[in-house]
C-alpha cells in the first residue's frame, strides 16, 4: 500500500509518499518518486507517529454516572474524595472489565501508549497490568503506594509491580514522602511523578525538590513558574477538558513560547471518554476562546512526539522505515496536517493496517 500525502513526525512536516509492506514502512520519499506506476493499492492521507495518552486514571472508568457537583477536593483529593470511595466500593472484577475497555477504547483510536496513575497500591498496579494482558496498547502504570509514612516493604511492592511512582501533588505530600519516594524510584531505574498547580498554585521549588521525571497540570501555574519547570527540564502533561470541569486552563500559549515540553493527557476516565483526538481538539478550541492561541503543530507534537522522547524510544516519533512502533495513517487532506489532525480526527478515517510479523520470523521489510 501506498500512502500519498504527507508526513508529521519529530522531523517536522513535508509533503510525502509512504509505502508499507506487512505492516511495516518499508520506504519513504518525495511525492512522484515512488516509481510504481499504479501497481499497488494507492491512498490520500497523513502519515504520523502513533499517539501516546500520556496521563490517565482509568481506574475511574468503573464509574457509570454523572459524579456528584462539587470542587476537585470533594471528587479526587485522597483518601475520602468521591473517587476513592467509589474505587473501594466495586469489586476488582469490574474495574479490571471497565479499565479493559478504555484501552481497547485508544487502540481503536491508534493510540500506542498510555501513561497511567494507578491508585490503590501494589494490587491496584497488578490489577491494571491483569486488565492489558494480550492488548497490542504499551501501558506505563505509576503506582501510588497507601501508608502514610511510607513503608519500604509496600514501596518496593508498588515499584515491582509497576513502572514508578505517581503522586497526588506536594500540598498532599511532605516533603519527606517526596524525597522517600523518589530515592526509590531512581534506586529501580524506574519514574517519578506527581500532579501541580492544580487546583491552586504551588511554588515551584516545592514541587521540583526533589526533581520530578513528570509534573502533570499546571493549570495554576505563573509566568515564572513555566520558566523554572522549563529550567529544570520537566516535561510537563496537560489534560485541558478536567481543567476546564473546574473552572481552569493551564496557559498552553505560554508554553509554546517558552518552549517547554509538553505532552497531553485526558486525565478521569469518569469525567470524560480517554480520548486524545478529542482532547486536542478541546484545547485547539479552548485557547481561543481564552484569546491566547496555541499553534496546532504545538498540539500535535504533545500528542504525537513529546511522549516517545519522554519514554525514551525518540525512534518511535519518525515515520520511516525501521521505526519500533507501528505509525498512524489517517485519510485526512494534507495541506495542512497539524491542523487536520487536531481537529478532525475521527475513529472511521484512521486506516487499519495489518499488525506486521513479529521480529525474526523471516519477514523482509
Given at each position: 500500500m501506498l500512502v500519498e500525502g504527507a508526513i508529521l513526525d519529530a522531523d517536522g512536516i513535508r509533503s510525502a509518499y509512504v509505502r508499507f509492506r506487512g505492516g511495516r514502512i518499508v520506504a519513504t520519499g518525495s511525492l512522484g518518486t515512488d516509481g510504481l506506476r499504479g501497481r499497488e493499492r494507492r491512498l490520500r492521507g497523513i502519515v504520523v507517529p502513533a499517539p501516546v495518552n500520556s496521563h490517565t486514571h482509568l481506574g475511574d472508568?468503573?464509574?457509570?454516572?454523572?459524579?456528584?457537583?462539587?470542587?476537585?477536593?470533594?471528587?479526587?483529593?485522597?483518601?475520602?474524595?468521591y473517587k476513592f470511595r467509589l474505587l473501594?466500593?466495586?469489586?476488582?472484577?469490574?474495574?479490571?472489565?471497565?479499565?479493559?475497555?478504555?484501552?481497547?477504547?485508544?487502540?481503536?483510536?491508534?493510540?500506542?501508549?498510555?501513561v497511567d496513575f494507578r491508585e490503590e497500591?501494589?494490587?491496584?498496579?497488578?490489577?491494571?497490568?491483569?486488565?492489558?494482558?494480550g492488548l497490542a496498547i504499551r501501558t506505563v502504570v505509576l503506582g501510588r503506594p497507601l501508608t502514610r509514612p511510607i513503608e519500604a516493604s509496600e514501596l518496593e511492592g508498588v515499584l515491582a509491580a509497576g513502572d514508578g511512582i505517581g503522586l497526588s501533588s506536594s500540598r498532599d505530600e511532605t516533603s519527606e514522602t517526596r524525597r522517600t519516594v523518589a530515592r526509590a524510584c531512581r534506586r529501580a531505574g524506574k519514574r517519578y511523578a506527581l500532579h501541580a498547580s492544580e487546583a491552586v498554585r504551588e511554588p515551584p521549588e516545592r514541587f521540583l525538590d526533589p526533581r520530578p521525571d513528570l509534573v502533570v497540570h499546571l493549570a495554576k501555574a505563573t509566568r515564572d513558574d513555566l520558566v523554572q519547570v522549563r529550567d529544570a527540564r520537566v516535561p510537563v502533561v496537560v489534560c485541558p477538558r478536567s481543567n476546564a470541569l473546574f473552572g481552569r486552563q493551564p496557559h498552553l500559549a505560554a508554553m509554546e513560547r517558552l518552549g517547554l515540553s509538553m505532552l497531553i493527557g485526558t486525565d478521569n476516565a469518569m469525567f470524560h471518554a480517554p480520548s486524545i483526538w478529542r482532547e486536542l481538539e478541546f484545547a485547539y478550541v479552548g485557547t481561543r476562546l481564552r484569546h491566547r492561541p496555541v499553534s496546532a503543530g504545538f498540539l500535535a507534537r504533545s500528542a504525537l512526539v513529546a511522549p516517545w522522547e519522554w519514554l525514551g524510544r525518540p525512534d518511535a516519533a519518525r515515520v520511516a522505515a525501521g521505526t519500533p512502533v507501528q505509525p498512524l495513517v489517517v485519510r485526512l487532506p494534507a495541506a495542512d496536517p497539524a491542523y487536520q489532525l487536531v481537529t478532525r480526527v475521527a475513529e472511521h478515517l484512521i486506516v487499519r493496517l495489518p499488525p506486521p510479523p513479529p521480529e525474526g520470523d523471516g519477514a523482509r521489510p
Open positions: 472508568a468503573v464509574s457509570v454516572q454523572e459524579p456528584p457537583p462539587g470542587p476537585v477536593s470533594q471528587l479526587v483529593m485522597p483518601p475520602r474524595g473501594a466500593e466495586s469489586t476488582a472484577s469490574a474495574k479490571r472489565r471497565a479499565i479493559r475497555a478504555a484501552l481497547r477504547r485508544m487502540e481503536r483510536e491508534g493510540v500506542a501508549a498510555v497500591g501494589r494490587p491496584g498496579a497488578e490489577l491494571f497490568r491483569a486488565a492489558a494482558r
